[in-house]
Nanobody, 118 residues
Framework: QVHLVQPGGGLVQPGGSLRLSCVAS????????VNWFRQSSEGLRLLVAS???????KYTDFVKGRFTISRDNAKNTVYLQMNSLKPEDTAVYYC????????????WGQGTQVTVSS
């Protein structure tokens, strides 16, 4: 069982930066991928970025060059560094961890609101 906690989030002006954290109780021992999703007011939950246990990263087109996903295994934490934020980045951001032989869909954090507005 993995429990994900997401501190952080908040209000930031357009062009600003914010870093989200996803802390896993018990660590990422059997986790093969950690993903960040976001859900806007329209209701669609979209994949933003992912990082595998081997350190391979992937980004969706609308955040490439602006967002960076990273993991610190010593701190059991995955980060999403968000730069050059735009109003359309406003959403609730969720982290998701996929475990080997774990539940379908993996584990989810509680979500954190990011609002980009002047």
């Amino acid at each position: 069982q993995v429990h994900l906690v997401q501190p952080g989030g908040g209000l930031v002006q357009p062009g600003g930066s914010l870093r989200l954290s996803c802390v896993a109780s018990g660590g990422f021992v059997n986790i093969y991928a950690v993903n960040w999703f976001r859900q806007s007011s329209e209701g669609l939950r979209l994949l933003v970025a992912s990082v595998t246990s081997a350190g391979t990263t992937k980004y969706t087109d609308f955040v490439k060059g602006r967002f960076t996903i990273s993991r610190d295994n010593a701190k059991n934490t995955v980060y999403l560094q968000m730069n050059s934020l735009k109003p359309e980045d406003t959403a609730v951001y969720y982290c998701n961890a996929e475990e080997i032989l774990g539940p379908v869909g993996g584990y989810w954090g509680q979500g954190t609101q990011v609002t980009v507005s002047s």
